[in-house]
């Protein structure tokens, strides 16, 4: 939980999905009302504060839940909807990838 | 019209039976209390399940 | 409820199994029911219900969804079965008596969402963790006891692929209990909830393996260049490997229903009920069946394809091309399915998410070319063509390029006007690249062609038996005709039948009609024609054949040869250039199919959208032929 409060600290950078660049990664940042579309792209996968990677940078975009799932999650997005993913970059130092696995 | 031709009889009776099955199809479904299907307006369908009791969480 | 006094033969205990998409629970599921599983409706709702009685209970395979808190019919669906208001057609609803609930183990976390709102139904409750012998190749191990612990009831690991701890499972759902933790049921706290027991229960490699080769893929597939050529090939492939396999069994078919409606034929005394026999329900039922190899290997090959995963980097290729005309790129299944019958495809258009999107599919759907146009498709482009295959061929194609043209300028309309709103933009899992299931493919390939024959076959039948009737009834009383000394047999026959055909119901009819097609070109007999493909397309070339040959082998080349040849009642040709392209436009634009009308009304909800997508499909037959015609006409 420690590791969540040190990023939200860095919050002031939360650019949009389509901002990344390839291989880039991430965590995802969710505010504002829950409608029914951060309702399903929750369900899917991309909570506040999942970590993913970018894979595919356009029409679509693909972005693959990094750790925590053996890197075998990968989510297509059309641009419209990846346009309106917050994505908050983690600085590289703490290593990040697995965060939430002990072991 | 083979009046008198009993299989003419049977044909007619093959063929009135399937002209009434075709058209039960295309009128209004009447008594059927049919659920909602899926409406233009997206309506959900269904009533929504009751909140389960909020216990504290596992550990 | 149901009655608990009655004294069920068949077990009435309910078992849901509930999970995400893509994690093997069809898979699964197929292994513990094997062949007992059974295809029908949620009553009410357009969702297949795959069921199936084994082990002492009703096993119920809910759609996968992600979450049972959305508003899709998925989820709407799963949480009405698990209230025990739903259940497939034929069975009992009643709250379930255990859920299974299938997660995935190589993606642990996001499944534990819809672990929390299982649990919080409080039902008697087992875990699957589904695809361990995937998880074990990626280096993720999981503490199955721990997990049992955190949730409070029974996880078993199992594989539905190798059948790995598929007895243990049954045998912890025969002893499942309501789990004894509770789970929260607020997003933010489930989720939290959901990480906690991950990182108690999970470990995983630090570096996932062969990620790049499917980052490579994606990108290869998903090209705006690459992917649409790729795309090309892979469809092109797939319609040559349909037509040529399955002209074979097709042929076949075709041999075995002659030689059935002959036997038939001998074995009755001739007379109304052997005719109704033949010529109406065989010939009838014959029609419907020679699709289903085409229909089977479409199915079929779309399901392998699935199962490689990359139909679902193509549907966003197709998006980018259905959108700007109002359908998304889940609609490529169903047009795509559409080319072999529009009956699967229109019931295929059940997985498009946003309903406006898909009853935009479910009306256009009819504009591919299906494969009962082939026939048709076939005489007008050798007529048309007679010394150049390779112009038949460009026709040919330029056929299926018309419909799907017609199909997206339809929808494009469509959706500004009565359908008005912005086409739902995708977000889709897109699973890993893998051996597709060649078993799963084939139960669902039959479960189509059942539905199929089911639906399509008992409508074509009995429009079959209606039409036999109006072409045979009422029969001319006997006279005699005085021919003048030059005319020949043949001639003479061809006179007989003429007025044989016009005394009839059908004939009259035609008499009737025909002036409405007047300006299109089309005589008495192409009026007839038309008329009887009603009940099936690809009835036009017997039909025709029957009037003007008196026999009805369509495969005949002297028949078809004399079909193009034929002769109005004034003497002129019936299939002249104007006509013949004036009757392929046609045919390539109208809804000349009552079964796929009904299959429309059923599932697009109503019969005003069957009657919509008839009034729209024949007015935009009938002005493309009349241009067809006139133009024609004028050039030559």
């Not at chain 1, 053996?70 to 965060?99: F, Y």
């Not at chain 3, 893929?217 to 649409?228: A, E, S, W």
């Not at chain 3, 026999?277 to 065989?282: A, K, M, S, W």
């Not at chain 3, 007008?380 to 419909?403: E, K, R």
Request: net charge neutral; glycine share 8%.
């Amino acid at each position: 939980m420690i590791d969540h409060a040190q990023s939200n600290a860095h919050t002031s950078g939360s650019i949009p999905l389509t901002q990344l660049t390839r291989g880039q990664s991430g965590r995802v940042q969710i505010d504002g009302a829950a409608t029914d579309e951060i309702k399903m792209l929750r369900a899917m996968g991309l909570r506040p504060n999942a970590s993913i990677t970018m894979c595919r940078l356009g029409e679509p975009c693909i972005i693959s839940l990094s750790g925590a799932c053996g890197g075998g999650c990968r989510i297509g997005l059309a641009k419209e909807i990846a346009g309106r993913v917050m994505i908050n970059i983690e600085r590289q130092s703490e290593t990040q990838p697995d965060g939430q696995s002990n072991g | 019209m083979p009046v008198h031709d009993w299989q003419f009889w049977v044909v007619t009776l093959a063929g009135l039976i399937a002209a009434l099955w075709l058209i039960r199809l295309v009128l209004p479904k009447k008594s059927r209390g049919t659920k909602a299907s899926l409406t233009v307006g997206g309506k959900p369908v269904g009533k929504q399940s009751s909140k389960p009791k909020n216990d504290s969480g596992c550990g | 409820m149901s009655s608990v006094d009655s004294v069920p033969e068949i077990s009435s205990r309910i078992i849901a199994l509930l999970g995400n998409p893509n994690v093997g629970k069809t898979t699964l599921f197929n292994r513990i029911a094997g062949i007992r599983a059974k295809t029908s409706n949620f009553p009410g709702t357009t969702q297949d219900a795959r069921h199936a009685q084994c082990c002492g209970a009703m096993l119920i395979d809910l759609p996968g969804i992600y979450s049972l808190d959305l508003e899709v019919s998925e989820s709407v669906v799963c949480r009405q079965v698990l209230d025990g208001d739903l259940a497939p057609a034929g069975v009992d609803a009643h709250v379930p008596n255990a859920i299974l609930v299938v997660i995935d183990a190589t993606n642990l976390m996001r499944n534990m969402t819809i672990v929390a709102e299982a649990i919080a139904k409080r039902l008697p409750m087992v875990v699957a963790v589904n695809m361990m012998d995937l998880a074990k190749r990626q280096g993720i191990h999981i503490d199955l006891e721990r997990f049992g612990e955190c949730i409070g009831c029974t996880v078993v690991g199992c594989s539905g692929k190798t059948g790995e701890g598929v007895d243990e499972l049954m045998q912890a759902l025969d002893s499942a209990t309501i789990p004894d933790r509770s789970a929260p049921t607020e997003l933010d706290a489930i989720e939290a909830w959901g990480d906690d027991i991950y990182s108690l229960v999970a470990a995983a490699r630090e570096t996932p393996v062969n990620d790049r080769l499917t980052d490579r893929l994606d990108r290869t597939f998903t090209h705006p260049l690459l992917g649409v050529v790729t795309f090309a090939v892979v469809m092109t492939g797939l319609f040559w490997v349909i037509f040529k396999l399955a002209a074979i069994p097709m042929d076949l078919i075709d041999a075995w229903f002659g030689t059935l409606g002959g036997w038939v034929a001998g074995l009755l005394p001739e007379g109304p009920i052997s005719g109704l026999l033949v010529d109406g329900i065989i010939a009838g039922i014959g029609g419907t069946v020679i699709f289903l190899p085409q229909i089977v290997l479409l199915f079929f090959l779309l399901a392998l394809l699935e199962g490689t995963g990359y139909l679902a980097r193509a549907s966003f290729v197709i998006d980018r091309v259905l959108r700007p005309f109002g359908m998304s790129g889940h609609a490529f299944v169903p047009l795509l399915s559409s080319h072999a019958c529009a009956i699967p495809g229109i019931m295929a258009a059940r997985s498009v998410p946003d309903p406006k999107d898909r009853l935009a599919t479910i009306l256009v759907a009819p504009f591919m070319s299906c494969s009962a146009r082939i026939p048709v498709y076939v005489l007008l482009t050798v007529i048309l063509f007679p010394d150049s295959p390779g112009m038949q061929a460009v026709a040919f194609t330029s056929c299926y390029v018309i419909g799907v043209l017609a199909g997206l300028f339809s929808s494009l309309i469509v959706r500004r006007t009565i359908l008005r709103g912005p086409s739902r933009p995708m977000a889709m899992e897109l699973p890993s690249y893998r051996f597709p299931d060649l078993k799963a493919a084939g139960m669902l390939t039959y479960d189509r062609a059942m539905m199929f024959l089911r639906k399509a076959g008992t409508l074509i039948v009995a429009i079959s038996i209606v039409l036999w009737w109006l072409g045979a009834y009422p029969q001319r009383p006997q006279q005699h005709i005085l021919f003048s000394e030059d005319t020949t047999i043949e001639q003479q026959q061809r006179i007989y039948r003429e007025f044989d055909t016009r005394y009839t119901f059908l004939g009259r009819i035609g008499d009737t009609v025909q002036p409405v097609f007047e300006p299109l070109g089309y005589d008495r007999q192409l009026t007839i024609g038309v008329l009887a493909s009603f009940a099936a397309r690809e009835v036009f070339v017997s039909t025709m054949a029957v009037q003007v040959v008196g026999s009805d082998d369509a495969e005949d080349d002297s028949v078809l040869a004399s079909i193009a040849n034929a002769t109005r009642d004034d003497g002129t040709q019936v299939f002249t250039r104007a006509t013949s392209w004036s009757l392929l436009v046609y045919y390539i634009l109208a809804m000349l199919c009552l079964p796929t009308l009904v299959v429309t009304a059923k599932e697009a909800g109503g019969w005003r959208w069957a009657w919509l997508q008839l009034g729209w499909m024949t007015l935009l037959a009938y002005s493309g032929a009349l241009i067809a015609y006139q133009a024609v006409s004028l050039l030559s």
